[in-house]
């Protein structure tokens, strides 16, 4: 009989990513007691690579670099892929179906779906056509009207390049200074996130809501779990 591989999950991008490697090693151990977690980066002095029970280097996620990746993800008998990194879901995405062929599933949404997150005005355009309470965004900041503005880079994650709280005069200023600036409006409040579990038929699976305590370059830092029905309700139907 031919003797089954153990299931391999891995995490790409893992860099410092050690809270995420050990959720991930305690589920997959649920499914198979002899499953291992694997990481990579294209780093290879990242501390995911001290801690991984396996550790690779990747190459960059690019589609020249398919072929390489392929290899090293058969030689390595990689099961199964989560992503960690938004640079990257668009690569993965491209070429799930290629790999799916090769006995590899990756955990990613379809390209059609990504783009529409991340395209911040793609985003609001399609909360808005469902009357979603999406804030109003807008590429032009004379379609916008609002006593404070918040403007932003369009494409990509992370709020290192935000510009908070600004009258029309300074919104117009600081947009100069991006390359595909987006204008919206200042809603003062708490910030929360949200992390949702989607299965195969969309269905969610799970939900946790985690108000952004310290925000550092837009990415939180410290974050505390709390629940309001309301908003969950809410979150479901969005996703």
Not at 4 to 18: E, G
Not at 66 to 79: A, E, G, P, V
Not at 80 to 92: G, Q
Request: charged letters at 25%.
């Amino acid at each position: 009989k031919c003797k089954k591989n153990p299931l391999k999950v891995l995490i790409s991008s893992a860099s410092a990513k050690i809270p995420l490697m050990k959720a991930l090693e305690k589920a997959v151990k649920k499914i198979d007691n002899k499953a291992k977690v694997v990481a990579c980066d294209l780093n290879e002095n990242v501390l995911s690579a001290k801690i991984a029970e396996e550790f690779f280097i990747m190459p960059a996620t690019i589609d020249s670099e398919l072929d390489i990746i392929l290899k090293l993800l058969l030689k390595h008998n990689i099961s199964i892929i989560l992503p960690t990194r938004d640079n990257e879901l668009m690569f993965w995405s491209r070429h799930k179906e290629k790999l799916l062929k090769k006995g590899i599933t990756v955990l990613v949404s379809d390209t059609k779906s990504l783009n529409t997150c991340l395209d911040k005005l793609e985003f609001f355009n399609f909360g808005n056509k469902l009357g979603l309470p999406f804030i109003q965004s807008s590429d032009n900041l004379n379609n916008l009207v609002s006593e404070k503005y918040v403007v932003k880079e369009r494409f990509g994650s992370g709020s290192n390049n935000i510009g908070l709280n600004l009258n029309y005069n300074d919104a117009v200023k600081y947009a100069k200074k991006l390359k595909n600036p987006l204008y919206q409006s200042y809603i003062a409040g708490d910030e929360f996130s949200v992390d949702a579990w989607v299965c195969k038929n969309h269905k969610v699976k799970g939900l946790v809501l985690r108000n952004r305590l310290n925000v550092i370059n837009g990415e939180s830092q410290i974050t505390k779990t709390f629940t309001n029905s309301k908003i969950e309700n809410l979150m479901i139907k969005i996703v």
